[in-house]
Each structure stands twice: as C-alpha cells, then as structure tokens.
C-alpha cells in the first residue's frame, strides 16, 4: 500500500491509536469507529478521522474501521514489520539504559551494536550487543548499511559523532544530547529532550499551584 506524506503530529499520535487498539478486549467488537476512539482518547473526532485517513483505507459509514485491519496498516505506516537497524554511541548512563531496554524490537527498531572510546568498556556487551571503538563506527555501519542511528554522547561531542553518522550513511538521527544539530537535508534528526519535558511539567505545577493559593 503506498503511504501519503504524514505530518510529524500525525505521526506523533500513532503509536496512542496502536496501543489503544491492541489494549480492546480480546473477542470484542470487530469494528470501530472514529468518534469512539476520540471520545476514549480525549480527541477531536475530526482530527482522529484525519489521521487515520493517511494510513489506510478509511472508514466505513455506520461500519468504521475493522479493528485488525486498522492496527495492521499502522503498525505498516510505522514500520514495524521491518526490524531496522540502528547504532548508539556513547554507552554512559542513558546509553547503557537504552540498550539494556528490550522494548525497542517491539516497535521494530533492533540496536545491533553500540560504540564509545572509553577503553574500560569498548569490547565488553550488554544485553547481546558488542560495545566497539568509535573508530570502527564508519566502516561497520557504512557496510551493515546502518540507517539509523542513536546519539548519548555529551553535548561537546554530539556534533562530531553526528558528522561521522551521516558521512557513514545514517540518515534517521535520535538525539539525546542537548544540542541542534547540523545536517544535511535529506537527514532527519529527532531531538529528545529530557530536561525539556521536566522543565514543562514543573512549570504546569508552578502555575496550578501559584493560581490556587
Ligand atoms: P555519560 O557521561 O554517562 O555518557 C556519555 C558516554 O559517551 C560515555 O560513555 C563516554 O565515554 C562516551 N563518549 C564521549 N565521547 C565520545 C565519542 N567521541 N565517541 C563515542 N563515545 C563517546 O552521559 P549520560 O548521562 O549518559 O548522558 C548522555 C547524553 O544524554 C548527554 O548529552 C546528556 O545531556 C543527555 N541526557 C542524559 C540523560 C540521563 O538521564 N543521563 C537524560 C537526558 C539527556
């Protein structure tokens, strides 16, 4: 099935449907329509309609969605029944935790190998997957023909470790250093920001709690 272009929101609220369809009961009804799953979501109706649009067929008057229909093409839209492969440099706190994290396979994303230049842990493995030098980071991934990959280095080095991806034929970037990175423009960056989502949380308490008083 051929996929119209989608916007990063509607590819944002994706995985919300994927889950909230996998999450109905087993044996339920087959069917599923658009305004239930905004009413069940807290969205706009026409905003879920739009979104689902862009993955498949649609749905039918009276009918909606044939909820195995459904979950297939947006389990297909994002690319989950291809495991791509991906690489993360720098294997500190958040690094070690990401690849000890076995969740990312179910979305189709397979970490196959991590690099850093600290000696003490390039050649040991966590979780199956073999920490290598950074100097190795071109030639492994310019054969596997590594497309994506994940960067947990310090803000300082984020740059140069993107320019050693993208050079390597990485075009799909997460970035978890706190750092805009420059690229190319057929490279797409998604920048993670911990800090950022704290930072907002704290500010909503601030407000509820300044107003309340
Ligand atoms: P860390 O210092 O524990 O780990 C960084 C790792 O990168 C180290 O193992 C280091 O040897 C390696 N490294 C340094 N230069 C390298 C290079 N040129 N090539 C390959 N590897 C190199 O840091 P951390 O706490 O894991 O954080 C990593 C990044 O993620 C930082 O940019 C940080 O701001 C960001 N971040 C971290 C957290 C967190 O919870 N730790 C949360 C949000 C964001």
């Known amino acids: 099935m051929a996929f119209k272009p989608i916007s990063t929101q509607t590819l944002q609220r994706m995985p919300m449907y994927l889950n909230y369809l996998k999450d109905l009961p087993v044996g339920g009804a087959a069917n599923i329509s658009a305004t239930m799953m905004a009413d069940d979501l807290r969205l706009n109706d026409v905003q879920v309609r739009k979104d689902l649009a862009m993955v498949g067929q649609g749905g039918r008057p009276k009918i909606g969605y044939v909820v195995k229909d459904l979950i297939s093409d947006i389990e297909h839209c994002l690319g989950f029944n291809n495991i791509d492969s991906a ?21 189709g994303v397979d970490i196959v190998v991590a690099f850093d230049v600290n000696q003490s842990i390039v050649g040991t493995t966590i979780n199956g997957k073999r920490i290598l030098p950074v100097s190795k980071l071109y030639s492994i991934c310019s054969r596997m023909k590594i497309k994506m990959g994940i960067i947990t280095v310090g803000t300082g080095e984020a740059q140069g470790i993107c320019d050693l991806l993208v050079k390597s034929g990485v075009v799909a970037i997460w970035n978890f250093a706190s750092v805009r990175l420059n690229v190319p423009s057929n490279v797409f960056v998604h920048n993670d920001n911990m800090t950022s989502s704290l930072a907002v949380l704290s500010n909503y308490l601030v407000e509820r709690f300044s107003t309340n008083k």
């Open 87 to 107: 690489v993360l440099i720098g294997v500190g706190n958040l690094g070690r935790t990401l690849l000890e994290y076995e969740g990312f396979s179910e979305c």
